[in-house]
């Protein structure tokens, strides 16, 4: 791995893992090129990229502002999140986070980066490279927020054919991302809170979402997947049919979301988290 992620946990690791012991990563690799990392502190990433199409899939109107889907939620979610992993862990956390493009050399400083919306997604070659080149050498990816056929489809034409060796494959509920912190007996299921305050439930309407979402049945279950290499590492996970970050950012708008949806989504969060940082 090239990235510092040991000293950055070291300090609350017993302590987020409630004093059992813990693997420790294997030997750093020496990768030409990478600068090691700045800072020992966690900083948050999250990924800038294009879409396709115009209002309505590449960008939607909101709280009075115009949105590009890789924006969802920023900077009011990763706020919040950082405010509860410094409450929650001994992570030692920057208290801004930042936004990046795949293409930026900087992602190399950092060992996780997050995505959000991807169902209308367009990465161009340059990108999809640069993402790999991450992946192979020690970081991690976290994609979030996007739901039905259409946009796991359209997820898995930018992330899934990154090499042929590399397979997006379901993550057991046994899988330790579930157990390493909090043990979770599945991925939470968290809907945007505009959707839950209209219907009542517990997922996403197809409707509003890339055609075809594959009605109810297609958006109403949880797929927590990982992208695995040939070795068995678990490179990305996809939280598909759930928003977890909308867990974080909405959390102080209604007790009833907070205490139905956001304890769970903080401590899946916390757990790929985790895990990514140890693993």
């Excluded at 690791?13 to 693997?23: F, W």
């Excluded at 040939?230 to 939280?239: I, K, N, S």
Aim: net charge negative; proline share 6%.
């Amino acid at each position: 791995m090239m990235f510092g992620r040991c000293s950055i946990l070291f300090s609350g690791l017993l302590l987020l893992v409630g004093g059992d012991a813990a693997a420790l990563p294997e030997p750093a690799r020496v990768v030409e090129g990478v600068t090691p990392p700045k800072s020992d502190a966690l900083t948050f990433v999250r990924i800038r990229y294009r879409s396709t199409g115009g209002y309505g899939e590449s960008w939607y109107r909101h709280e009075g502002r115009d949105w590009q889907r890789w924006e969802t939620d920023y900077p009011r979610a990763e706020k919040n999140l950082i405010l509860r992993l410094t409450q929650l862990t001994s992570m030692r956390v920057n208290p801004d986070p930042i936004v990046l493009d795949l293409t930026d050399p900087e992602i190399y400083e950092h060992p996780l980066i997050f995505m959000s919306d991807v169902g209308w997604q367009l990465l161009s070659g340059e990108e999809r490279q640069a993402l790999r080149l991450y992946l192979d050498t020690g970081g991690f990816l976290w994609i979030d927020d996007f739901w039905g056929q259409a946009e796991w489809e359209n997820m898995n034409r930018n992330v899934g054919g990154l090499d042929p060796t590399w397979q997006w494959k379901p993550i057991d509920n046994d899988h330790p991302i579930l157990k390493i912190v909090y043990r979770l007996k599945e991925c939470p299921q968290v809907p945007a809170r505009i959707f839950y305050d209209a219907t009542g439930l517990d997922f996403d309407p197809p409707d509003v979402h890339r055609y075809p979402a594959g009605g109810l049945a297609g958006v109403s279950t949880v797929n927590l997947m990982g992208l695995f290499d040939a070795r068995g590492r678990l490179l990305a996970v996809a939280t598909h049919n759930t928003d977890i970050a909308d867990g974080w950012e909405r959390e102080g708008e209604s007790k009833e979301f907070f205490d139905r949806f956001s304890v769970k989504s903080y401590a899946m969060t916390i757990n790929i988290i985790t895990y990514a940082m140890t693993h």
